[in-house]
């Protein structure tokens, strides 16, 4: 292993949780979905099982224009002279094919025992505009960013806690791992933001270029944690509401970002309307407003804290197969919970804060209406109980 001299991230081998759980649906006469962000590692996970299953491999790159011109010949005598011999068809940034998801059925109703793997950087249906032809016929994964679940098979308590502080500020792309010092990944970083996250929109909708969505997505990196207002944004961004919530969908299509919405039950002062909106990597939102400074230089370490939790909190529970419904809560008086985790009628409240406070205490008005519910505070001391450490 190498040490940076500037960091403390260590450079390491990072087994993927999805890479397994996808091996192990290999022969059955599936669709495998995996979806996720540009850089996040689904080409290593597919170029990983095409080493290990060689011959048995087709293996089809989505943006190369011949691969799309031989796909788009919508037949079965076509697709089975092209999967001749061929068990696993793999096929990388499939959101570029036109119509993928037709293409996709077709295959995988007729070439029996072949499983499908698509990778995709956005959801289908931005190029797919004929409903859900696959419903009964696919997996779906959704690979994110390294998790700390991930990370915590291969380092221990006291190089977690060393690194916790490099991770709120630059994030957990994967190709972090592998560049020397925090001047290279910050430069990565703000590659990222500036060129390949937004590749996806401006090739397949009709936007006219990638300023508006930057400056939509900087102004969400300043109100993490906050109640966002549509109307607001519309009006910084000299475009109209609808057209606002067009691309923060979008946004949020392309993993980027995601929401939260209220949550009510039986209290008319909780707020339900209004959305919070968080990105599920730290480094992406600190590079938008082009801030990596140390955290005691810092005035937003609740705001990260939070993020970073959130999402942490997130992936780990969508990789053991556990998928909550997500919330925030908060009244009208400013009683609120950070993270509301809905599971058949049972209700999990978690609330961040940097450093735990023994004062801290559930909110009264959410303890008398939700006197069953669970409710944890969750900071630097015992975080790693709550995201898979």
């Known amino acids: ?3 940076s ?9 990072i087994h993927r949780i999805l890479g397994q759980r996808i091996e192990k649906q290999i022969g059955k006469q599936k669709v495998i979905m995996l979806y996720g962000s540009r850089r996040t590692g689904k080409t290593t ?31 079965i005598v076509n697709y089975k002279g092209l999967t001749k011999g061929k ?3 793999i096929i990388d940034e499939a959101q570029a094919i036109p119509d993928i998801g037709l293409i996709l059925k077709l295959m995988i109703d007729n070439i029996k025992g072949i499983t499908i ?12 505009k ?31 806690a060393r690194n916790l502080e490099h991770r709120l500020v630059y994030g957990s792309y994967p190709e972090l791992w592998q560049l020397d010092d925090a001047q290279e990944q910050k430069n990565y970083l703000l590659q990222m933001v500036n060129s390949y996250l937004l590749k996806d929109l401006l090739i397949m909708e009709n936007i006219k270029g990638a300023d508006v969505l930057y400056k939509l997505l ?3 990196a300043w109100q993490v944690g906050s109640q966002v207002s549509t109307v607001e944004l519309g009006n910084s961004l000299q475009i109209n509401k609808l057209t606002v919530e067009r691309y923060l969908d979008l946004l949020a299509k392309v993993f980027i970002i995601y929401p939260l919405t209220g949550y009510s039950g039986n209290l008319r002062k909780e707020v339900t309307k209004s959305k919070k909106w968080y990105f599920y990597d730290n480094g992406i939102r600190n590079a938008l407003i082009n801030n990596f400074s140390p955290l005691q230089s810092r005035n937003d370490i609740g705001q990260l804290w939070e993020q970073y939790v959130l999402s942490e909190r997130i992936k780990h529970n969508s990789y053991r197969g556990y998928q909550p419904q997500y919330y925030f809560w908060r009244t009208y008086d400013q009683q609120e919970t950070d993270l509301i985790e809905l599971n058949n009628g ?6 961040c804060k940097w450093k735990g406070s023994k004062k801290a205490k559930v909110p009264v008005a959410f303890g008398k209406a939700y006197p069953d519910a669970a409710f944890e505070i969750i900071d630097n001391a015992n975080y790693l109980s709550w995201i898979g450490g």
């Open 87 to 89: 068990k696993i068809i």
């Open 218 to 220: 900087q102004l969400l």
């Open 346 to 351: 049972q209700l999990q409240a978690l609330e």
């Open 5 to 13: 001299t500037d960091s403390i991230i260590i450079f390491m081998n």
């Open 130 to 160: 004929t409903g859900e032809p696959l419903v009964g016929r696919n997996i779906v994964y959704q690979l994110y960013p390294v998790a700390q679940v991930e990370l915590s098979a291969t380092e221990d308590a006291i190089t977690t």
């Open 1 to 3: 292993m190498r040490r």
């Open 45 to 75: 996970i597919i170029e990983n099982i095409a080493d290990k299953y060689g011959t048995d491999v087709l293996l089809l790159q989505g943006e190369d224009m011949q691969v799309a011109e031989m796909l788009s010949r919508r037949t």
């Open 117 to 128: 793997i698509a990778t995709g950087s956005s959801s289908f249906d931005l190029v797919n």
